[in-house]
């Protein structure tokens, strides 16, 4: 049953003319939330951070389910002396509720990125509410969900209510990101700069790994890729290539940097020619001014930026995904460590099938060869106990550390061990080897 609630806050929802006197206060907007209900909360730069303010400052709520990708900002809703308000369930597990996760307090659901839209237009996960982030609606009664696509658009096409912060710093975005006026039951209107994401200084072995990936880059090439400093050192270096594409789930500022010198042009690109694609981004104030009102740059929904059927009509996808774990067999660890949950599936599965059934396409995993200060490797005879596996050793191809890059597709398990083995840190080598020969009874040439 609809809560009547939005009748009296936004009676007449067709109208565009003097939308902005039918804000309310973030108290009022999220009033109409019941104990129970299912909410989704817009994620990473688009997280509505005053809207989830407003609705973890009650205290008349009980069991009130919160479905979220990464969110930036504060989480207050998973903070220990709420856990019989509200429950988290993280669809990817980001910084701020990893800690509740891993305590039990919160969830989380193992899912493909591209899979996660689907849950909603399904019905399998039913939304009383959808809290949003939007750009300004323009004079046809039109919002973008500005930095976020991903899984918003399908929160918002099928919430019951669906409750909006207009923030006149949120990017208005190009692509099948809108959202009607006409849609929004209530809002408020702020004024306030994005949660950002800024470059850090590069690493030696992040260099390293980035220069090896580049190398792997041919000119006409279509890109996928994370956050973070890998991806970053990479695309620092391919600044010499030549009409690269974009498409992508997210980027950040270094594309800003290629596009300005001319390198990406999406000229090759057979979904999207000319244009990057994305789902999301996730970025500092200068990337946000880039994405603005930039018909270059379209925003689409994630169960279509990751499709394999998509992805595979480009040429030469190069997909540039990270590991925390990758055993001698190829198996990818990318979401937890041991049992503990750090992030989550994501599109990492999404676009390394993707690129290897693109022509030309280059599946990579890449990773620093050690973790913990130098006192592990990341490449082990066998996964941590509980580790997921994210990347099945079927589907894993090109591997990248700070040692080097191995293709471990067509490969036998002794292949792929020696391989592996000759990218991982020389201090784990000989026990590398020691192991995996008590496990397969291989033996390997000093």
Request: proline share 5%.
């Amino acid at each position: 049953m609809a809560h009547s609630w939005n009748k009296l806050i936004f009676p007449m929802k067709s109208s565009i003319a003097n939308w902005q006197s039918r804000a309310t206060s973030a108290a009022d907007a999220v009033a109409g939330i019941k104990s129970g209900d299912s909410v989704f909360i817009h994620g990473a730069a688009a997280t509505p951070t005053p809207l989830i303010e407003a609705l973890c400052a009650r205290r008349d709520l009980e069991n009130v389910k919160v479905y979220h990708l990464h969110t930036n900002g504060p989480a207050p809703f998973a903070e220990a002396d709420r856990v019989n308000d509200f429950r988290s369930i993280s669809l990817f597990t980001g910084a701020p509720l990893r800690a509740a996760v891993n305590e039990g307090r919160a969830d989380f659901v193992p899912i493909f990125l591209s899979d996660i839209p689907g849950l909603f237009l399904s019905g399998q996960v039913k939304l009383d509410v959808a809290l949003l982030q939007l750009s300004l609606p323009d004079a046809h009664g039109y919002c973008s969900l500005g930095t976020s696509c991903d899984a918003a658009k399908a929160a918002a096409e099928t919430a019951k209510l669906v409750v909006v912060e207009f923030n006149e710093q949120m990017p208005r975005t190009h692509g099948n990101n809108v959202v009607p006026l006409a849609r929004i039951d209530a809002f408020i209107c702020t004024n306030r700069p994005l949660h950002g994401h800024h470059i850090e200084a590069e690493s030696d072995i992040e260099a390293q790994i980035g220069e090896l990936v580049a190398n792997l880059v041919e000119d006409g090439s279509t890109l996928q890729m994370g956050i973070g400093g890998i991806p970053d050192a990479a695309l620092a270096r391919m600044k010499n290539k030549v009409d690269l594409g974009i498409h992508t789930e997210m980027f950040s500022d270094r594309i800003v940097d290629l596009v300005a010198g001319g390198v990406i042009t999406n000229k090759y690109k057979r979904v999207g020619v000319g244009r990057i694609i994305t789902s999301f981004i996730n970025g500092s104030q200068r990337l946000f001014d880039f994405v603005n009102d930039n018909p270059l740059v379209s925003f689409y929904p994630c169960d279509w930026t990751n499709d394999t059927s998509v992805i595979r009509k480009n040429p030469k996808v190069v997909a540039i995904n990270s590991a925390i774990q990758i055993d001698l067999t190829g198996q990818v660890c990318a979401d937890s460590i041991g049992h503990r949950i750090f992030s989550g599936i994501g599109g990492q599965m999404d676009f390394i099938r993707g690129a290897a059934l693109s022509p030309g396409g280059k599946p990579i995993i890449a990773l620093p060869s050690r973790a913990m200060g130098g006192k592990v490797s990341r490449i082990v005879h066998q996964l941590a106990p509980g580790a997921g596996v994210v990347t099945t050793r079927g589907h894993v191809h090109w591997v990248v550390t700070e040692y080097g890059a191995v293709n471990l597709h067509g490969r036998t398990l002794r292949e792929r061990a020696e391989a592996l083995i000759s990218i991982a840190h020389p201090d784990f080598r000989a026990e590398l080897r020691r192991e995996v020969a008590q496990i397969r009874h291989f033996s390997f040439a000093v």
